[in-house]
């Protein structure tokens, strides 16, 4: 199947670190991303990897990926209230071309305290 | 840059009347965008991908006759939802990728900010 999933809800402190956890499904996925949303909005762009790579940081996302092990996570360091929103991880599904389609996870709803 | 534009932000209407939704690349051509719907507290899931010049791909359960989409150029995808009924009551929203960059066909979606649609 296509699911992805994620865990549903994480409640952090502000300043604390996040860590949310995404498990998909299709070993070939050649990138994997993450999007963040937040209310009544579009989906923005975070980050993504590459499959051949187990970390990625930009700033004070790091991006961990298992790939024996279909798991990836997004550590938000320092995370601040602005932060609060739904993220969503997505695997690249597709034969490649214009018509390499995304398919998202559940989303995990990120809600820092202040 | 990479920036697409959807319109309208949110339409109410009444139940059996159609609704056009535009989805524009700004600063990008694009011969396929991605048209997903979203439920309260619910995922994307993917509707149809939208093709320049051609017809769109719909996925496994959606009407292809209730959401009309037309491609008509490299910068503009419509969805109609003709109809309308209180049940097509969503958040859709649009995306597509710039192919220019260096990732090509791997480059990631750019999405707009999303039509509310609601029908009474």
């Known amino acids: 199947g296509e699911d992805v999933e994620q865990s549903l809800f994480l409640s952090v402190r502000e300043g604390d670190s996040s860590v949310i956890n995404c498990t998909y499904t299709?070993?070939?996925?050649?990138?994997l991303y993450w999007y963040k949303q937040e209310p009544g909005a579009g989906l923005q762009l975070l980050t993504y990897?590459?499959?051949?790579?187990d970390m990625k940081q930009d700033q004070r996302l790091t991006v961990l990926l298992n790939k024996k092990d279909k798991h990836l996570s997004l550590r938000i360091a320092d995370t601040q209230t602005g932060d609060s929103a739904i993220y969503f991880c997505a695997e690249s599904m597709g034969y490649g071309g214009a018509t390499n389609k995304l398919i998202f996870g559940t989303g995990t709803l990120l809600a820092v305290q202040p | 840059g990479a920036v697409v534009s959807q319109h309208p932000s949110w339409v109410i209407c009444k139940s059996g009347t159609s609704v056009k939704i535009e989805c524009r690349s700004l600063?990008?051509?694009?011969?396929?965008m991605f048209w997903y719907r979203q439920f309260p507290k619910q995922s994307l899931m993917l509707m149809a991908t939208s093709n320049e010049g051609s017809k769109a791909t719909y996925e496994q359960g959606v009407e292809k006759d209730k959401f009309l989409i037309n491609h008509a150029s490299l910068t503009l995808s419509t969805l109609t939802v003709t109809s309308a009924h209180p049940e097509d009551s969503s958040f859709y929203i649009c995306?597509?990728?710039?192919?220019?960059?260096?990732?090509?066909?791997?480059?990631?979606?750019?999405f707009g900010n999303g039509t509310r649609l609601t029908v009474t």
């Open positions: 600063d990008f051509q694009a011969t396929t």
């Open positions: 299709d070993s070939s996925s050649t990138y």
């Open positions: 995306s597509a990728r710039d192919v220019s960059q260096v990732l090509g066909y791997n480059s990631p979606l750019h």
């Open positions: 990897i590459f499959s051949n790579m």
